[in-house]
Nanobody
Framework: QVQLLEFGGGLVQPGGSLRLACSASSKISSINTMGWYRQAPGKQREFVATVSRDGTKNYSDSVKGRFTISRDNALNAAYLEMNSLEPEDTAVYYC?????????WGQGTQVTVSS
């Protein structure tokens, strides 16, 4: 019954920045990994970034050096700071949280990069 809510999507020009946030509707007792995925129209959902319980971060090659993922365990929240955005980054971005017992997905937030 836990739901993930995403915020921060919108329209931005190439080279601009956006910050996405994801929060759980209720406390998740033991979170292992938080992450972000994205899906462009007509394409498969793809991995963007993850952060583990110990703080280890992983990024896809396409966003490494431009995006930064972070987490706030007390708030059950995940964040994605996106810089130097490109039109190819346009997609619906989904938050994912993996706990000891369950896998949770957000409903997605639209990010559009266009001049």
């Amino acid at each position: 019954q836990v739901q993930l809510l995403e915020f921060g999507g919108g329209l931005v020009q190439p080279g601009g920045s956006l910050r996405l946030a994801c929060s759980a509707s209720s406390k998740i007792s033991s979170i292992n990994t938080m992450g972000w995925y994205r899906q462009a129209p007509g394409k498969q959902r793809e991995f963007v970034a993850t952060v583990s319980r110990d703080g280890t971060k992983n990024y896809s090659d396409s966003v490494k050096g431009r995006f930064t993922i972070s987490r706030d365990n007390a708030l059950n929240a995940a964040y994605l700071e996106m810089n130097s955005l490109e039109p190819e980054d346009t997609a619906v971005y989904y938050c994912k949280i993996l706990s000891t017992d369950d896998l949770y997905w957000g409903q997605g937030t639209q990010v559009t990069v266009s001049s």
